[in-house]
T-cell receptor
Framework: SAVISQKPSRDICQRGTSLTIQCQVD?????MFWYRQQPGQSLTLIAT?????????ESGFVIDKFPISRPNLTFSTLTVSNMSPEDSSIYLC???????????FGPGTRLTVL | AQSVTQPDIHITVSEGASLELRCNYS??????LFWYVQSPGQGLQLLLK??????LVQGIKGFEAEFKRSQSSFNLRKPSVHWSDAAEYFC???????????FGTGTRLQVFP
């Protein structure tokens, strides 16, 4: 498995501001992922972040709104920019373990935008 | 199109009763199948997974799931539910060495004492 931490665990933000979410893994991983879980909904993949390359975004998500950094093999950040109430969600990072071909998830960041 | 369907949005069972959560998938490649559980305010925890071999897989917390290719299903079961099993359960599908998982919409399990 993997030990994954996220900061902050929750936040309440004002419309128009930005929030950066951090994801830290206890060991090196190649692939990290960012998901969004809107209230009462399932998980939707935002982007895949590989170290040393630009993140790959899924349809409906753009870099200007959700810039991602991946400075090393244990860390990534997701920024939610120019927030609106529609961005209120849980944001989760996950990592893919090649040895088990399985994704493991962090505890999530619960974001509320007023 | 690739998709995962969890037909039951909400299930309520009594503690000690048996449980079956349904999952059907549509996937072009050989599927890798997963069940995750999300307790209130928590992230997702992997319960079990199926890649190949024995179609009945055992997971943590006494859960098991059976892969039925002919029915495109991967239902989750537990013979006796505990109150602590109350949570949201997600079925997901991927493929070998893929970076993408497709999730179902989830089933919320409520357990009455």
């Amino acid at each position: 498995s993997a030990v994954i931490s996220q900061k902050p665990s929750r936040d309440i933000c004002q419309r128009g501001t930005s929030l950066t979410i951090q994801c830290q893994v206890d060991s090196q991983v190649t692939m990290m992922f960012w998901y969004r879980q809107q209230p009462g909904q399932s998980l939707t993949l935002i982007a895949t972040a590989n170290q040393g390359s630009e993140a790959t975004y899924e349809s409906g998500f753009v870099i200007d709104k959700f810039p991602i950094s991946r400075p090393n093999l244990t860390f990534s950040t997701l920024t939610v920019s120019n927030m609106s109430p529609e961005d209120s969600s849980i944001y989760l990072c996950s990592v893919h373990r090649s040895r088990t071909d399985t994704q493991y998830f962090g505890p999530g960041t619960r974001l509320t935008v007023l | 199109a690739q998709s995962v369907t969890q037909p039951d949005i909400h299930i309520t069972v009594s503690e000690g009763a048996s449980l079956e959560l349904r999952c059907n998938y549509s996937y072009g490649a050989t599927p890798y199948l997963f069940w995750y559980v999300q307790s209130p305010g928590q992230g997702l925890q992997l319960l079990l997974k199926y890649f190949s071999g024995d179609t009945l897989v055992q997971g943590i917390k006494g859960f098991e799931a059976e892969f039925k290719r002919s029915q495109s299903s991967f239902n989750l079961r537990k013979p006796s539910v505990h109150w602590s099993d109350a949570a949201e359960y997600f079925c997901a599908v991927g493929s070998y060495n893929t970076d993408k998982l497709i999730f179902g919409t989830g089933t919320r399990l409520q357990v009455f004492p």
